[in-house]
Nanobody
Framework: QLQLVESGGGLVKPGGSLRLSCAGSTSTWRFYNIGWFRQAPGKEREGVSCISSGDGSMKYADSVKGRITISRDNAKNTVNLQMNSLNPTDTAVYYC?????????????????????WGKGTLVTVSS
């Protein structure tokens, strides 16, 4: 059973940066589409970014385009989320999620319902 562990959250000032990391406990990591989602207090969970198995194609939510970069290292079983120019609206619990999809079959999704396994989340707070 795949387990996901997020790290890298914390308190950052507006305009600052954070790097989140998602680590997975499986030797078949390369076959998983990985997504980052976030949930702010009182709001629904929303997709932030995702990266596909195989060709590593990526998607970004419009609200984070140009500020966030997703990357994966299949040798280390990790997916990282580099977040720059953070603002208070980015404050949320950030979750990593995975879906087993053979390369070239199904592209990653920013829809939470399309994910199979979830981490416990890491809190990001953007405040002065």
């Amino acid at each position: 059973q795949l387990q996901l562990v997020e790290s890298g959250g914390g308190l950052v000032k507006p305009g600052g940066s954070l790097r989140l990391s998602c680590a997975g406990s499986t030797s078949t990591w390369r076959f998983y589409n990985i997504g980052w989602f976030r949930q702010a207090p009182g709001k629904e969970r929303e997709g932030v970014s995702c990266i596909s198995s195989g060709d590593g194609s990526m998607k970004y939510a419009d609200s984070v385009k140009g500020r966030i970069t997703i990357s994966r290292d299949n040798a280390k079983n990790t997916v990282n989320l580099q977040m720059n120019s953070l603002n208070p609206t980015d404050t949320a619990v950030y979750y990593c999620a995975a879906a087993f999809r053979l390369p070239g079959t199904v592209m990653c999704t920013l829809t939470a319902g399309g994910m199979d396994v979830w981490g416990k989340g890491t809190l990001v707070t953007v405040s002065s």
